[in-house]
């Protein structure tokens, strides 16, 4: 995907699940439980970096074509279906949630 504008990253975060133990303008969920940190953007580095996926062929400008996923996640489009490597771990990010 060429350069994202913030208003694209934005609006895609806004597909990622929230959830009551956390706040929803920093963390979020990925279509396989995985947390994902809004500031993490792109960062491969972070277990709660994330990514932006196409789920049906069409525009990469269009949020509706397109999800948050955590870095190791991905889309299988061809399927219809979520790629889950990584699962939540809640006891670890409420640990983060509680020690920002």
């Known amino acids: 995907m060429n350069r ?3 208003e694209l990253i934005q609006a895609v975060w806004e597909h990622g699940r929230v959830m009551p133990e956390a706040d929803g303008t920093v963390w979020r969920q990925d279509s396989c439980g995985a947390w994902m940190r809004r500031e993490h953007f792109g960062r491969e580095d972070s277990d709660f970096g994330w990514k932006i996926e196409a789920i049906v062929p069409g525009p990469a400008s269009d949020p509706e074509n397109l999800r948050p996923f955590n870095w190791r996640n991905g889309y299988d489009v061809a399927n219809r ?4 490597r ?3 771990d809640l006891r670890r990010c409420v640990v983060r949630f509680t020690h920002q």
């Open 81 to 84: 279906r979520p790629r889950c």
């Open 4 to 6: 994202l504008s913030a």
């Open 86 to 88: 990584v699962a939540p």
